[in-house]
């Protein structure tokens, strides 16, 4: 395990405290005149989907988590509940909570191939999230419709996907077609041909 000065710990990054794998969701590094620098930071408690913030001053350090990656494939929802299975073994399944998985529930299509993250410590695996593919292709459900003369503003208006996500698009995007999804930044991408 890599070890992490305080100046290190930043997002993207899987550190462990108290045993615990954290996700660095932002830091920032503060330098004041009189105190010494300390980098202040929120992170996602990777267990239970807890953001909390965090202090790390110059004499600190961080073990970084070991964290590994699998395929998986995204079966179905059920009362909160998030299966996946093995894609070469159907049989093979696990669940993930909706407070881990947190938003991108809102993206996860069934039959999507993901990344799914797993923290081991002591030889025993959990899972604490998954990687969606950056463009995924969703049908529009619901789409109001775009008021006349309104076109040449180049306004956006909401719309809803099959997964029940909301997001802004041009305005002659209309119900039943399909667009392409930024996962990491919930915009409109494109219309499908």
Not at 32 to 40: A, E, W
Not at 80 to 86: N, S, V
Request: hydrophobic share 35%; net charge negative; with cysteine.
């Amino acid at each position: 395990m890599a070890t992490l000065d305080y100046d290190e710990i930043k997002p993207r990054k899987f550190i462990l405290v108290d045993d615990v794998p954290f996700e660095i969701l932002e830091s920032h590094v503060a330098r004041t005149q009189k105190r010494k620098p300390q980098n202040q930071v929120r992170m996602r408690n990777m267990l239970n989907g807890k953001v909390v913030p965090g202090t790390f001053h110059a004499s600190d350090t961080a073990e970084e988590a070991e964290i590994s990656r699998r395929e998986a494939m995204f079966l179905f929802a059920n009362k909160g509940e998030y299966w996946f299975c093995d894609p070469k073994d159907r049989a093979k399944r696990f669940e993930i909570s909706g407070e881990i998985l947190g938003d991108q529930t809102k993206y996860l299509k069934e039959n999507t191939l993901v990344d799914v993250k797993i923290f081991t410590l002591d030889d025993e695996e959990k899972f604490i999230g998954v990687t969606l593919p950056i463009k995924m292709t969703f049908e529009v459900k619901e789409a109001p419709p775009a008021i006349k003369g309104n076109t040449a503003s180049g306004g956006g208006k909401l719309v809803t996907l099959e997964t029940g996500a909301q997001v802004t698009t041009p305005l002659f995007i209309e119900a039943g077609e399909k667009i392409i999804v930024n996962t990491e930044t919930g915009e409109y991408v494109e219309r499908t041909k």
